[in-house]
Structure formats: C-alpha cells, structure tokens
C-alpha cells in the first residue's frame, strides 16, 4: 500500500500560478506512475497529468501548454505547476499512483493508491 500526502492547494485569481506536491510513502517500487486527478462540484472525476518513473508525460487537453508534472524519485514526490489558472480549473486536487508492468500502468482509479485531496480555487 502507498500513502500519499498532498500539499499546495489553495485560492488564486485568474491568471495566477499555483504549485502542487505530493509525497509518496509504502510500497512505491518502480516501474510506477504518479499523476493528478480532479473533480470539481456537479462534474466526473478527470486526469489532469501523469508521470511515470521512467519520466514519460501525459495531460489533458484543457491543460496543456499551462501546467507541467514532474517528479523527483530520490524524494518520491510528484508535482504539478499549473500556470495561467482559470476559473474551470477550480476544482479538489487528487494525486495517484499507481504499479506498472512491462505492458502498461494499472488504472489508478481500480487499482491505484490516492491522496486525501487538495481544493484549488480560481476567481475571476
């Protein structure tokens, strides 16, 4: 089992910068991925970012070009710099993660490990 511990949420206008992190504990043997889910009031839960430990990247569409995961395995820690903030991006913050195997990464909302969650508030 992993735990993982949440940090950096909070509130910010439009157009401002906010920093997550996350730190792993447990199980966190490689190959993994670490990513960042979000859920805002009234809507499905969805993938921000993901990253595995062997450094390959993936985002949404709604936020690409705007925020950046990275991670840092010596600290097993994942972060996500998210810029230019807009209102739609309000929303609690999860981070994941997740085992993988030679032929891809378990789904981290079946088989993953998640973070008790961070609120971002953006205003307009």
């Known amino acids: 089992q992993v735990q993982l511990v949440e940090s950096g949420g909070g509130l910010v206008q439009a157009g401002e910068s906010l920093r997550l992190s996350c730190v792993a504990s447990?199980?966190?043997?490689?190959?993994?991925?670490m990513g960042w889910y979000r859920q805002a009031p009234g809507k499905r839960r969805e993938l921000v970012a993901s990253?595995?430990?062997?450094?390959?990247?993936s985002y949404a569409d709604s936020v690409q070009g705007r925020f950046t995961i990275s991670r840092d395995n010596g600290k097993n820690t994942v972060y996500l710099q998210m810029n230019t903030l807009r209102p739609e991006d309000t929303a609690v913050y999860y981070c994941?993660?997740?085992?993988?195997?030679?032929?891809?990464?378990?789904?981290?909302?079946?088989?993953?490990?998640w973070g008790q969650g961070t609120q971002v508030t953006v205003s307009s």
């Open positions: 994941t993660h997740t085992q993988c195997s030679a032929s891809g990464c378990y789904d981290p909302i079946e088989f993953g490990s």
């Open positions: 990253v595995t430990s062997g450094g390959r990247t």
């Open positions: 447990g199980s966190t043997s490689s190959p993994n991925a």
